[in-house]
C-alpha cells in the first residue's frame, strides 16, 4: 500500500504537517450537504451560511446549525481520526490542520489543532466575539445570547467570509517547515485551505495524498494511496510504529 521511502520518511520525520477535509468526516456519517443530498427544508447551504441569511433569519439559521450538531453528536471518530491523535506520539512535532468544522479530530484526541474553518460545536458573539462551546450557550427566542446581550452566531467561516488570519497563517507556516506533509480526503480545491499542501511541495517535503480519487494536486506529489482514510491511516500507523520499533534512531 505504501511505498518503503514514503513510511521511512514518516518514522524519522521530525515534523509533519496533516492537512484534512470532508472525506475523513464522511467516514463517520458526517453529511457534506452538498448537492442533491445536501437540501434542508429546501434550502442550499449557500442559503444558509451567509452573513446576509443570518441577519435576515437568525433563528432559521440556527435550526439548521442545530440540526448538523444533533447529527454530528450522534457520530464518534473513525478508525482514520484516531490513527492520527495516535500519530502524535510517533513524532516530535505533528501539526493537524483541517477544513472540518465538526470537531471531531479533538474528541479522538489530536492535541494541536488548527481549524481553518472554525467549529461549529461552539457559538461566537456577533458583538464582542466572545466564543462558548455549545453546552454553555444561553438560549433565548430562538437563538443563542452573550452574556454582553449580543446575538451569537455559530463559529465557523461563512461563505463570502475570509478564514481567520492567525490559524491560516500557522498553517502555512507549519507546510513550509515541514519534513512531511499528508493530504487526507480533501478534494484540493478549496481555496485558500487548498493552497496549504502546495506550500509544502514548494519548501521541499514529503507529500503523500491518501484519497478515494486523484486531485490536482495528486500529479506534483511524490505518492499517492487511493483508498479511504479509515481503512489507510491505521495501516499507515502500523507500518511507521514497525519501522520506528526496527530503527529507533531517527
Not at 6 to 34: D, H, M, N, Q, W
Not at 39 to 68: C, G, I, M, Q, S
Amino acid at each position: 500500500m505504501f511505498s518503503e521511502s514514503a513510511i521511512k520518511k514518516i518514522g524519522r520525520s521530525e515534523t509533519i504537517l496533516i492537512l484534512t477535509g470532508a472525506g475523513i468526516s464522511a467516514e463517520s456519517g458526517v453529511p457534506t450537504f452538498r448537492g442533491e443530498n445536501g437540501l434542508w427544508k429546501k434550502y442550499k447551504p449557500e442559503e444558509l451560511a451567509t452573513p446576509d441569511a443570518f441577519r435576515n433569519d437568525p433563528v432559521l439559521v440556527w435550526e439548521w446549525y442545530r440540526y448538523r450538531r444533533d447529527i454530528i453528536r450522534s457520530v464518534e471518530p473513525n478508525p482514520g481520526h484516531l490513527a492520527l491523535a495516535a500519530m502524535e506520539e510517533t513524532v516530535p512535532n505533528l501539526v493537524l490542520v483541517t477544513q472540518n468544522v465538526d470537531g471531531l479530530h479533538a474528541r479522538s484526541g489530536s492535541k494541536r489543532i488548527l481549524e481553518v474553518h472554525g467549529n461549529i460545536m461552539r457559538s461566537r458573539c456577533s458583538q464582542c466575539a466572545r466564543t462558548l462551546p455549545a453546552d454553555e450557550e444561553t438560549w433565548r427566542n430562538g437563538v443563542p445570547v452573550c452574556e454582553c446581550g449580543g446575538m451569537m452566531r455559530p463559529d465557523v467561516v461563512w461563505f463570502g467570509e475570509s478564514l481567520p488570519r492567525q490559524v491560516l497563517e500557522e498553517a502555512f507556516t507549519a507546510a513550509e517547515e515541514c519534513d512531511v506533509c499528508l493530504s487526507i480526503g480533501t478534494s484540493a480545491l478549496v481555496q485558500p485551505a487548498a493552497s496549504i499542501p502546495w506550500h509544502a511541495v514548494q519548501a521541499g517535503a514529503y507529500v503523500l495524498e491518501i484519497n478515494p480519487e486523484s486531485t490536482p494536486l495528486t500529479p506534483h506529489i511524490q505518492e499517492f494511496v487511493k483508498g479511504k482514510a479509515g481503512i489507510v491511516l491505521p495501516e499507515l500507523l502500523r507500518q511507521v510504529r514497525e519501522q520506528q520499533q526496527k530503527n529507533p534512531g531517527r
